[in-house]
């Protein structure tokens, strides 16, 4: 459960200035906003135990909204607003959605109705069961699955998505499709996402 910082680079054309490297959070006096959009039990933002993984980033009318997996004291989707430009940058924490038990994500991906997708990539990673399910994926076993969450139901696992630790993921909004990587078995899978909840797997890429 190691920790570590949000940095941000500048980006001029096609080069990045990796020398500068400005920590937009955890901030010296972090900003909360009023109103929480996660879970109502989520009320803080992490601080130093913060341990970012995957990475969603929403463009709105209202503003850009950022989804970080976080690994340390919580298993969460920590969520933000991106206030400020340039070396003014800044993050504001929005609330988070804390992950069931038996649960770890991966990557996440935001949708513009509020919703968020992660794949569960395994039971844990803190403890043996990471352990396990690391060599059972390898062997192309069922891992995990992909998850959705809505601000008005929580979480639930989306049905026909098990696999073997499932991975980098976006959604198509235009056409309701859902593209994950499953490691285990080398390839993307594309499903349907119906507007009745379900989920169909259309399509495989090797």
């Given at each position: 459960k190691s920790s570590g910082p949000i940095s941000m680079d500048y980006i001029a054309g096609n080069a990045v200035r990796f020398r500068q490297k400005p920590t937009v959070w955890p901030p010296a006096d972090a900003t909360v906003s009023a109103k929480l959009i996660g879970d109502t039990e989520c009320k803080a933002p992490p601080q130093e135990a913060f341990s970012p993984h995957g990475?969603?980033?929403?463009?709105?009318?209202?503003g850009i909204r950022l989804a970080i997996v976080n690994h340390a004291e919580r298993e969460s989707?920590?969520?933000?607003?991106?206030?400020?430009?340039?070396?003014?940058?800044?993050?504001?924490?929005?609330?988070?959605?804390?992950?069931?038990?038996?649960?770890?994500?991966?990557?996440?991906?935001?949708?513009?109705d509020g919703r968020l997708f992660i794949s569960n990539?395994?039971?844990?990673?803190?403890?043996?069961?990471?352990?396990?399910?690391?060599?059972?994926g390898l062997r192309g076993e069922v891992t995990g699955d992909v998850m959705e969450w809505?601000?008005?139901?929580?979480?639930?696992?989306?049905?026909?998505?098990?696999?073997?630790?499932?991975?980098?993921?976006v959604v198509d909004e235009a056409h309701n499709r859902l593209f994950v990587a499953e490691l285990g078995k080398q390839r993307v899978v594309e499903f349907e996402l119906g507007r009745d909840g379900?989920?169909?797997?259309?399509?495989?890429?090797?």
């Open positions: 990475l969603s980033v929403l463009e709105r009318r209202s989707v920590e969520l933000f607003d991106v206030l400020g430009k340039g070396a003014n940058l800044r993050l504001e924490w929005r609330g988070c959605a804390l992950l069931p038990p038996d649960t770890a994500a991966n990557d996440v991906t935001l949708h513009s990539y395994a039971p844990s990673t803190h403890d043996f069961r990471g352990v396990k399910a690391l060599i059972a809505s601000p008005k139901t929580g979480w639930r696992h989306l049905p026909n998505t098990e696999g073997a630790m499932p991975n980098g993921l379900s989920t169909t797997r259309r399509a495989e890429f090797a």
